[in-house]
T-cell receptor, first 114, second 112 residues
């Protein structure tokens, strides 16, 4: 079946460090891929997405590229800030209209120290 | 901006009580979802609905039911709350297939 695997956290970085959070998926065909972020005490919000192979999603300095050959969608940011401290979820969706579901990874907690 | 609201941020209930969690979205989305979020398990789908009065079971529907009488409102019902239903409950909505999900702030439920 469809699944998403992301690296276990917590990830602790100093401000301005480079961030990578790994995400790989299992799915047939061409799912859409997402990164969501959850700040403390809040629901999830979309960070970025990609809908086809080689697409690059980007937002707020974060980037992720849809790699079909390695079934991956790793999240990167060149210079993290304390305000990026949150839980990050990788997700996919596929299926047909009316029967699709979203599959989420278990989340990776990021803590950025000043 | 899309807004998804949930009726309570925090709830404390007793074992055996009937619990209602309500979710309202203001963007005319057809599809709505209920998840529970537990540490180390991520988000697990309880139920979803792609139209008024339509519902589909997700991955963990046992002990839950749902109601969707109006397009903007999707209710989750715990028929007889148990301690293993202590969790964070998240509601989401989306316009359609492959589209972004918009989440509410969550309801943290404690069952004693």
């Amino acid at each position: 079946g469809n699944s998403v695997t992301q690296m276990e956290g917590p990830v602790t970085l100093s401000e301005e460090a480079f961030l990578t959070i790994n995400c790989t998926y299992t799915a047939t065909g061409y799912p859409s891929l997402f990164w969501y972020v959850q700040y403390p005490g809040e629901g999830l919000q979309l960070l970025l997405k990609a809908t086809k192979a080689d697409d690059k999603g980007s937002n707020k300095g974060f980037e992720a590229t849809y790699r079909k050959e390695t079934t991956s969608f790793h999240l990167e940011k060149g210079s993290v800030q304390v305000s990026d401290s949150a839980v990050y979820f990788c997700a996919l969706t596929k299926g047909t209209s009316g029967t699709y579901k979203y599959i989420f990874g278990t989340g990776t907690r990021l803590k950025v120290l000043a | 901006d899309v807004k998804v609201t949930q009726s309570s941020r925090y709830l404390v209930k007793r074992t055996g009580e009937k619990v209602f969690l309500e979710c309202v979205q203001d963007m005319d989305h057809e599809n709505m979802f209920w998840y529970r979020q537990d540490p180390g398990l991520g988000l697990r789908l309880i139920y979803f609905s792609y139209d008024v009065k339509m519902k589909e079971k997700g991955d963990i529907p046992e002990g839950y039911s749902v109601s969707r009488e109006k397009k903007e409102r999707f209710s989750l019902i715990l028929e007889s709350a148990s301690t293993n239903q202590t969790s964070m409950y998240l509601c989401a909505s989306t316009t359609g297939f492959r589209e972004t999900q918009y989440f509410g702030p969550g309801t943290r439920l404690l069952v004693l």
